[in-house]
């Protein structure tokens, strides 16, 4: 039996967000498309969530957070994959951002940075200078669940108004099957 899920205007209960995500909505004209929904903390990681709540993977998208390095300078990106893919960091990511080196960012360093659980982050309130690299696969989903910045909280929204955030931008062909080069 799946777990009941009940949604709310998401700026209607910030307590079910990050602080940096709740002020990144309230500055998208778009935010009254955004819904919340809690869950349970230790079932906040995608295979987990997806069972309990009755979602499928293919309505879900997660946030990988990408650390590319030239030389001494990181540069950040947050990239929106389906749950069905993983991102093709060492190819399609590290090339797009122009660096030599791409791995995924440290947990302690992303969590510190974003002002969001490990579990939880999304590309909605990440910082200002990162970049936001969004599959087109997740662009042209009608509702995906992505993270609410804590790991007690999804929210649900059209996929396209990732693409819609400061930095965004559709990267096609950035999430890739499982076992495929990347």
Not at 25 to 47: E, F, M, N
Not at 136 to 146: E, G, Q, T
């Amino acid at each position: 039996m799946t777990r009941p899920l009940t949604y709310h205007s998401a700026l209607s209960r910030p307590d079910l967000l990050a602080a940096p995500v709740a002020e990144a909505l309230r500055a998208v004209p778009w935010a009254d498309q955004v819904r919340v929904a809690a869950i349970d903390p230790a079932l906040s990681d995608t295979g987990q969530f997806c069972e309990a709540y009755g979602v499928t993977p293919e309505e879900s998208a997660n946030c990988v957070v990408i650390a590319a390095k030239r030389g001494g300078d990181v540069t950040y990106a947050a990239c929106m994959i389906t749950a069905t893919t993983r991102a093709n960091v060492n190819g399609l990511v590290r090339q797009h951002l122009g660096a030599r080196k791409a791995s995924f960012g440290p947990v302690d360093v992303v969590t510190s940075m974003t002002g969001m659980e490990y579990g939880g982050i999304t590309p909605i309130g990440v910082p200002a200078d990162w970049r936001i690299l969004v599959d087109d696969l997740v662009a042209k989903s009608p509702n995906v669940v992505i993270g609410a910045g804590l790991r007690g909280a999804k929210l649900w929204l059209p996929g396209g108004l990732l693409a819609e955030l400061p930095g965004a931008e559709i990267l096609p062909g950035l999430g890739v099957a499982a076992g495929q080069a990347g």
